[in-house]
T-cell receptor, first 114, second 112 residues
Framework: GESVGLHLPTLSVQEGDNSIINCAYS??????FIWYKQESGKGPQFIIDIRSNMDKRQGQRVTVLLNKTVKHLSLQIAATQPGDSAVYFCAGCSRYSSASKIIFGSGTRLSIRP | DSGVTQTPKHLITATGQRVTLRCSPRSGDLSVYWYQQSLDQGLQFLIQ???????AKGNILERFSAQQFPDLHSELNLSSLELGDSALYFC???????????FGPGTRLTVT
């Protein structure tokens, strides 16, 4: 079955620098890949998604890159701020009719050094 | 605030018992999803309902069941509870089949 996993459980970045969080997936069943952010004591929050037939998508201060050849995706956060401290999950989503099934990776905890 | 509400916030119960977790989706959202988050298993999809009907199933145990009511709120029933069921249970909702799901604050279940 589908699985997604993150490369590093933790990542420490200097405030103001760019952060890159990497993720790998096992097969190509997902129609979309999604990044979620989870702050301490809260539920996950949608950041950005990318359709499986795309290579790159940009949002506000975030960019997601998808490399289907090596089954790898990454989330880049520009000019990392203290508010970016959280656990980041990549996820694969399969959709059919009105059904939607998301498989989450294990998460990377991003901490920001002042 | 995502607009999704969950009650109760915390629940402590004993093994063998049954509990019901409640979720109210964002106004207008037809889809409701349930997830379990534990330290060893991570965030796992359990089940999805769309406009009152079950649409997708994940790793949901037979001891667990859910339903979505005509007013679109949903309940997750957990029975014959075991210590390993201790976890955070999240509900999420989306507009139709939108990719973007909005998560509630979660219910922390502790089974003793």
């Amino acid at each position: 079955g589908e699985s997604v996993g993150l490369h590093l459980p933790t990542l420490s970045v200097q405030e103001g620098d760019n952060s890159i969080i990497n993720c790998a997936y096992s097969n190509s069943a997902s129609d979309y890949f999604i990044w979620y952010k989870q702050e301490s004591g809260k539920g996950p929050q949608f950041i950005i998604d990318i359709r499986s037939n795309m290579d790159k998508r940009q949002g506000q201060r975030v960019t997601v890159l998808l490399n289907k050849t090596v089954k790898h995706l990454s989330l880049q956060i520009a000019a990392t701020q203290p508010g970016d401290s959280a656990v980041y999950f990549c996820a694969g989503c399969s959709r059919y009719s009105s059904a939607s099934k998301i498989i989450f990776g294990s998460g990377t905890r991003l901490s920001i050094r002042p | 605030d995502s607009g999704v509400t969950q009650t109760p916030k915390h629940l402590i119960t004993a093994t063998g018992q049954r509990v019901t977790l409640r979720c109210s989706p964002r106004s207008g959202d037809l889809s409701v999803y349930w997830y379990q988050q534990s330290l060893d298993q991570g965030l796992q999809f359990l089940i999805q309902y769309y406009n009152g009907e079950e649409r997708a199933k994940g790793n949901i145990l037979e001891r667990f069941s859910a339903q979505q009511f005509p007013d679109l709120h949903s309940e997750l029933n957990l029975s014959s509870l075991e210590l390993g069921d201790s976890a955070l249970y999240f509900c999420a909702s989306s507009a139709g089949t939108s990719i973007e799901q909005y998560f509630g604050p979660g219910t922390r279940l502790t089974v003793t």
